[in-house]
């Protein structure tokens, strides 16, 4: 079983539209979680990290269910500007921060 | 804004030979990283470094590979001899100011190596 995995879409949403995806996380240990953004032959770039209670940044709202090891992200009001791939990320304390990374949701907003 | 640079940005090399690839980590930060990533797959960790020394390593990270911090500012991964499969995009990070357990790492914009 992957140790990150995410729905690679692609999302193709009009400038505007809301767009909601997910990621699940196999291992049960797993302490810290975030939202990359990266976009096409870039580097990651941290969009927000991910707390139990959940947390928004502007129109980015995450939401964590360690129950259900799921993680979401919800993008409102979407700009063409958000058109990137979204990586899911988690990381384990005891395995010195490395980070476990998804393939990816690629989100396209069109005009 | 500080940020994690690395060199060179492209790298062409052939199969066998050796490689070296640069990273100057954000000053102050003690953790380091490289990720790698093959074209169109996910992001995979390589190798993490603490205190002059490896922390942690994956699979992936064999006897070919090694990792240096050869002075205050660099952080180097060698590839001693290189194969096909080792064309990928190479990321370097850092995080961790002293004393705080900040979580975020911050990427260099990578170095893209090619092996034909």
């Known amino acids: 079983r992957k140790e990150v995995e995410q729905d690679p879409g692609p999302f193709n949403v009009p400038e505007g539209a809301t767009v909601a995806f997910n990621c699940t996380y196999s291992?049960?240990?797993?302490?810290?979680f975030f939202w990359y953004r990266q976009d096409c032959r870039k580097e990651p770039k941290l969009l927000m990290s991910?707390?139990?209670s959940g947390n928004e940044d502007g129109r980015f709202t995450a939401q964590l269910n360690r129950a259900s090891q799921y993680i979401s992200l919800l993008i409102r009001d979407s700009k063409l500007s958000d058109s990137a791939t979204y990586l899911c990320?988690?990381?384990?304390?005891?395995?010195?921060?490395?980070?476990?990374f998804g393939a990816g949701t690629t989100v396209t907003v069109r005009a | 804004e500080p940020e994690v640079t690395q060199t060179p940005s492209h790298q062409v090399t052939q199969m066998g030979q050796e490689v070296i690839l640069r990273c100057v980590p954000i000053?102050?930060?003690?953790?380091f990283y490289w990720y790698r990533q093959i074209l169109g797959q996910k992001v995979e960790f390589l190798v993490s470094?603490?205190?002059?020394?490896?922390?942690?390593k994956s699979e992936i990270f064999d006897d070919q590979f090694s990792v240096e911090r050869p002075d205050g500012s660099n952080f180097t991964l060698k590839i001693r001899s290189t194969k096909l499969e080792d064309s990928a995009m190479y990321f370097c990070?850092?995080?961790?100011?002293?004393?705080?357990?900040?979580?975020?790492?911050?990427f260099g914009p990578g170095t893209r190596l090619l092996v034909l």
């Open positions: 470094f603490y205190n002059n020394e490896i922390s942690e």
């Open positions: 291992n049960s240990a797993s302490q810290s």
């Open positions: 991910v707390y139990s």
């Open positions: 990070a850092s995080r961790g100011l002293a004393g705080s357990r900040q979580e975020t790492q911050y």
């Open positions: 990320v988690v990381n384990v304390y005891q395995d010195d921060y490395k980070l476990s």
């Open positions: 000053s102050n930060h003690l953790y």
